[in-house]
């Protein structure tokens, strides 16, 4: 049997490399709760601002064939509340707990100060941060906001499919102190109701995730992994184990899912988990490392 152990730092030990990414079940405690019995080896949060935000009308998400597309509108229920929710997961967990990762998101430099401040009280084992797409410098001062307020805790920079020079973005992130980088956020998108002659979303556009996303997001974790020496957190479109063997070829440390849970419920952690370990028997790895950015090699 391979050795599925990843050592993401000094701090973060993980039994598997696959993780629930941010976006599914991280509005709960109790769905945190069951994505760790399933399997996930670490668990990520919904995005948290500062205050509470109201979700939107349904339609908010759709299956349209080849992917998912959603617009909750950042729905969630403020950093304060959130830094309960990763306490009351961890009680409840008890000796299921894995990591938890909390991802922030934020509209500008002082904001993330101020949510990385108020997250650290959680002692999150990771504090993943939302960038811009653009702009250079403001990318630099938010990583250097956050890795600042973070103190001990290991931060990880999310970088979007639609960031134009994405191994530039990733490298100033190394630069000015993130730990890893989590690639990628999804890709916006719009779906028309024809026969109502209207946006089929309540928010008109939204997110794409899902098998369709699959291939931008190889695209955009090969380019960051040729431009840090840091580890990347690869997600977009996982729902087989061979989608984990082409994510972490490509260069992923570890791999998130998260529309796969719609796809294959909470047992795609395990049934990917198991899909991966055939490939790595079939090809004869032995462990993580083989595998890690070998195209590139």
């Known amino acids: ?148 307020n973070a103190g001990t805790i290991p931060i990880s920079a999310k970088i979007s499919a639609t960031c134009v020079a994405i191994g530039k973005t990733a490298r100033t992130a190394q630069d000015k102190g993130a730990n890893f980088i989590t690639a990628v956020n999804p890709i916006p998108g719009m779906l028309i109701d024809a026969f109502a002659a209207k946006p089929f979303l309540s928010l008109q556009s939204g997110w794409i995730t899902g098998p369709s996303l699959k291939p931008i997001a190889l695209k955009c974790i090969s380019d960051i992994y040729k431009e840090v020496s840091i580890p990347i957190i690869g997600m977009g479109g996982v729902s087989s184990g061979l989608d984990m063997a082409e994510m972490m070829l490509a260069g992923a440390s570890i791999v998130g899912i998260g529309s796969a849970i719609y796809y294959r419920g909470y047992e795609a952690f395990t049934k990917i988990l198991e899909e991966f370990e055939t490939f790595m028997n079939t090809e004869g790895y032995n462990n993580l490392a083989e595998i890690c950015g070998k195209i590139w090699r």
């Not at 050592?7 to 993780?19: A, E, N, V, W, Y």
């Not at 709960?28 to 205050?51: E, F, I, P, Q, Y």
């Not at 929710?85 to 409840?92: C, D, E, G, S, V």
């Not at 797409?133 to 600042?148: F, M, P, S, W």
Request: proline content about 5%.
């Open 1 to 148: 049997m391979p050795d599925f152990s990843c050592r993401l730092s000094d701090q973060i030990q993980l039994k598997t490399p696959i993780i629930l990414a941010s976006g599914v079940s991280g509005n709960s405690d109790s769905l945190l709760v069951r994505a760790a019995k399933s399997g996930a080896a670490a668990v990520t949060t919904k995005s948290c601002t500062l205050k509470y935000r109201p979700g939107t009308d349904n339609p908010a998400s759709s299956d349209w064939g080849c992917g998912l597309i959603t617009n909750l509108g950042m729905t969630n229920p403020g950093v304060d509340s959130m830094v309960y929710l990763i306490n009351a997961y961890r009680q409840k967990a008890a000796d299921s707990v894995v990591p938890v990762i909390a991802n922030i998101y934020a509209d500008n430099v002082e904001e993330f100060a101020d949510l990385t401040a108020k997250i650290k009280l959680a002692q999150p084992d990771i504090v993943e941060f939302v960038l811009p797409d653009h702009d250079q410098g403001l990318i630099a001062e938010i990583t250097a906001a956050v890795r600042a």
